[in-house]
């Protein structure tokens, strides 16, 4: 037996198990970048709509503050009314408005970490696609030299096709790697965006519930209380300003 004859039976063992149409590495890792590229689009839109739904939370803490501000303003003029009724209405709605502030801004607290970290997800995965592509790009390069050189070897060396056979399914073996482990590592991402808040309620709402009214109706009576302390001294100090006044203009006729 030759030389080249024992080359050919030896590379041919090697590669026995390899398909007779092995795919190109550079195809599969082109389809490995498309594929997170795809990921990161997700991401991206993932992070838009957190960002709006945070934005439309403030907007409605907006409305609510003016709703909130107009409803103290009406309970004062009907103090000054003399109608404790409805400054009692217009301080327990603002009482419950009070509380709807208060949960948008747990709500929108919430979404402003979610924000951040998707954030800070898409900066991660952009640099690792980034640095992916380099590497497939590199791999690219070295594949067409290293194909190229398998050429002119096999012409050299007369073995025809089959290093080229042995050169490609080796390649193909560590594209697969590099596919697998850029699938890992996009999970990896999508894992680390976080998870919904529970908002279930539980057994004890309803009595959280008349807590919550009882506590506001006190609150409600102790503006109210303070709002008549806070007229019955405006009022006291204009009628000693008015008693002043009048002493000042009789004086002089007393004296006369």
């Known amino acids: 037996?030759?030389?080249?004859?024992?080359?050919?039976?030896?590379?041919?063992?090697?590669?026995?198990?390899?398909?007779?149409?092995?795919?190109?590495?550079?195809?599969?890792?082109?389809?490995?970048?498309?594929?997170?590229?795809?990921?990161?689009?997700?991401?991206?839109?993932?992070?838009a709509e957190v960002s709006t739904a945070k934005k439309r939370i403030e907007l409605q803490v907006a409305e609510i503050g003016v709703r909130y501000d107009r409803l103290g303003t009406q309970a004062y003029e009907a103090v000054a009314q003399d109608r404790d009724d409805l400054a009692r209405i217009a301080l327990t709605r603002r009482a419950a408005v009070e509380?709807?502030?208060?949960?948008l801004r747990e709500q929108h607290t919430a979404l402003a970490t979610?924000?951040?970290?998707?954030?800070?997800?898409?900066?991660?995965?952009?640099?690792r696609i980034e640095t992916f592509r380099i590497q497939k790009e590199a791999f690219a390069a070295t594949y067409a030299a290293s194909e190229a050189q398998a050429r002119a070897n096999e012409a050299i060396a007369g073995l025809g096709g089959t290093m080229v056979e042995a050169t490609q399914t080796l390649q193909r073996a560590q594209a697969r790697v590099?596919?697998?482990?850029?699938?890992?590592l996009a999970?990896?991402?999508?894992?680390?965006?976080?998870?919904?808040?529970?908002?279930?309620?539980?057994?004890?709402?309803?009595?959280?519930?008349?807590?919550?009214?009882?506590?506001?109706a006190a609150t409600v009576d102790t503006q109210l209380a303070a709002m008549k302390q806070e007229m019955l001294v405006s009022g006291a100090g204009l009628k000693a300003k008015a008693l002043l006044h009048e002493r000042s203009v009789d004086e002089p006729y007393q004296r006369g």
């Open 187 to 216: 999970t990896e991402e999508l894992l680390a965006i976080g998870a919904l808040a529970d908002f279930s309620g539980s057994s004890d709402a309803e009595l959280d519930r008349q807590i919550t009214e009882v506590a506001r």
């Open 1 to 47: 037996m030759t030389l080249s004859a024992r080359v050919k039976a030896v590379i041919k063992s090697k590669t026995y198990h390899a398909p007779e149409s092995a795919e190109d590495p550079r195809q599969a890792l082109e389809t490995s970048y498309e594929r997170q590229l795809h990921l990161l689009q997700d991401v991206r839109r993932g992070l």
């Open 99 to 103: 509380s709807q502030v208060t949960m």
């Open 114 to 127: 979610q924000e951040a970290q998707l954030i800070a997800n898409q900066q991660r995965l952009a640099e």
């Open 178 to 184: 590099q596919q697998v482990r850029a699938r890992a």
